[in-house]
Every structure is written in structure tokens, then in C-alpha cells.
């Protein structure tokens, strides 16, 4: 059983709806957590024509303010650019296509991680740190994923969360399903220990309906996103949220 419910949490979520698609049910439950969102800036560029049909960053902050209200969390924008939007010193963009998006994250992106750190330690105090495993290798979730390393390895509490919905046995037909296995071996970090937080999903998938464009973007709609779920659910054989506690 954890105890997380009655401990402070400041929750790293990638991008506005990484958190409440991952932990969504254990925030629903919680009196004293809060959400730090990294990706979150507008883009220094006009996008290319194959990412024009993206929600923009001003559409997701405005379903992320809805959700966070909601919620009753307090919620910090870390005002980063995202990865499909991010330039280099030399005005080129970082990441030229959507596959590069879930590769290796580039060494001239590395300085990102230490943004991250640095904003994260302004605001954690003591704080039990959420941080995603980095389950789809999405180079976002992974610069999130090693500021969790990073600190867990400093000796501050640090949980991982199973990144959804890309550890979803049906992830739906835009996300390729990755493994915790995988995800903990990129992070050369060893399990020792779980938390399962058991989660109403009625409540949580009302939730995640205010992500309108990442529903559609991922699941096509709502009854996408339940199905996918329900997948997931029945793969854990129990209606819970989980986190892993690694060494490393």
C-alpha cells in the first residue's frame, strides 16, 4: 500500500498532459501535490508544414490551466521549448523529423537537462520528486527522466512513473508501446520496489477529456483513450497507478 497520498509530491510532467495521463488518479486524490510542466514555450520558429497540424503550445497550456484547476494544484510552467520546436546555436532545428523525436537526445540538447535541474531545485523543497521513466523514448521524457536520476542519485526521494500511453499494451494507432524493462535500462537503473496507487478511472479519463487535442491526437477520441486504458489495467490485473522506486 503507499503512502504516497500523504506526503508532499511535486510531479514532473514533460509536457501538459504527461502528468495526468500517467498519474492523473493519484492526483485526483491528493491534498498537497504539485506540477512542475517543462515543455511549455511558444516556438522560436514557424512551424514546418508537417508539424502545422500539431496542437500549438498555447492550446495545450490553456487545457493543462483547465485540468490544474480542476485538480486545485499548483502548477509551474518551466517555459521550455519543446523538442519538435527547439532550435540549435545555429538556428537549425534540434530534432528534423517526428522518429528523431523518440532517438537518442543529441549532445548539443544536453544543457537542456541542467535547465530542467536547475528550475526543478527552485521549487522541490521537500518534496517527494515524480518523475517519468521515460517509457517511448520521447527525448522530452528523457531530459525529465535524468533530472530524476540525477537527483535520486544526490539522494533526494524520487519516484518514476510509467509513462502513458506509451507503456499501454494498446497504446492506440500514433504511439509505438514501449517497456518498462527498456526504459529502465536506458537509465541504467535497477528496480527496487513499487508503489501502486489504486485510482478511480471514471474520474481520471474525465480528466484527461480536457486534453482535447491530445485525445484526439492519440487515442482519436475519449472512448479511444478508455479502451486503451482498459488494456493496461488488465495488464496489471488491478486498477492502479504505478511507480517505481530505482537504484542506480
Excluded at 518551466?78 to 540549435?88: F, K, N
Amino acid at each position: 500500500m503507499s503512502d504516497l497520498l500523504s506526503r508532499p509530491i511535486l510531479v514532473l510532467s514533460p509536457h501538459p498532459d504527461d502528468a495526468v495521463l500517467s498519474v492523473g488518479g493519484l492526483l485526483l486524490q491528493h491534498s498537497d501535490a504539485q506540477v512542475a510542466t517543462v515543455f511549455t514555450a511558444d516556438p522560436p520558429l514557424e512551424r514546418v508544414k508537417k508539424l502545422s497540424g500539431l496542437a500549438t503550445p498555447e492550446t495545450r497550456r490553456g487545457e493543462d490551466s483547465v485540468a490544474m484547476a480542476k485538480l486545485g494544484v499548483k502548477a509551474h510552467l518551466l517555459d521550455l521549448v519543446d523538442a519538435i520546436d527547439r532550435v540549435g546555436e545555429d538556428g537549425a532545428r534540434l530534432y528534423q523529423t517526428l522518429p528523431s523525436l523518440c532517438g537518442p537526445v543529441l549532445p548539443t540538447d544536453a544543457p537542456t537537462c541542467d535547465h530542467i535541474l536547475e528550475a526543478v531545485k527552485a521549487i522541490l523543497g521537500d518534496r517527494v520528486l515524480l518523475c517519468p521513466m521515460a517509457i517511448g523514448a520521447h527525448v522530452d521524457h528523457q531530459l525529465a527522466a535524468h533530472v530524476g536520476r540525477r537527483l535520486s542519485k544526490a539522494g533526494r526521494a524520487v519516484l518514476f512513473y510509467e509513462d502513458a500511453p506509451y507503456v499501454y499494451p494498446d497504446p492506440g494507432p500514433r504511439v509505438t508501446g514501449d517497456s518498462v524493462t527498456r526504459a529502465a535500462d536506458r537509465m541504467r537503473g535497477q528496480s527496487r520496489g513499487l508503489e501502486d496507487v489504486a485510482i478511480d478511472p471514471i474520474a481520471k479519463a474525465e480528466l484527461v477529456s480536457c486534453y482535447a487535442s491530445q485525445v484526439v491526437e492519440l487515442f482519436g477520441n475519449i472512448e479511444g483513450y478508455r479502451e486503451s486504458s482498459r488494456s493496461h489495467y488488465d495488464a496489471l490485473g488491478a486498477i492502479v497507478e504505478r511507480l517505481h522506486h530505482l537504484r542506480f
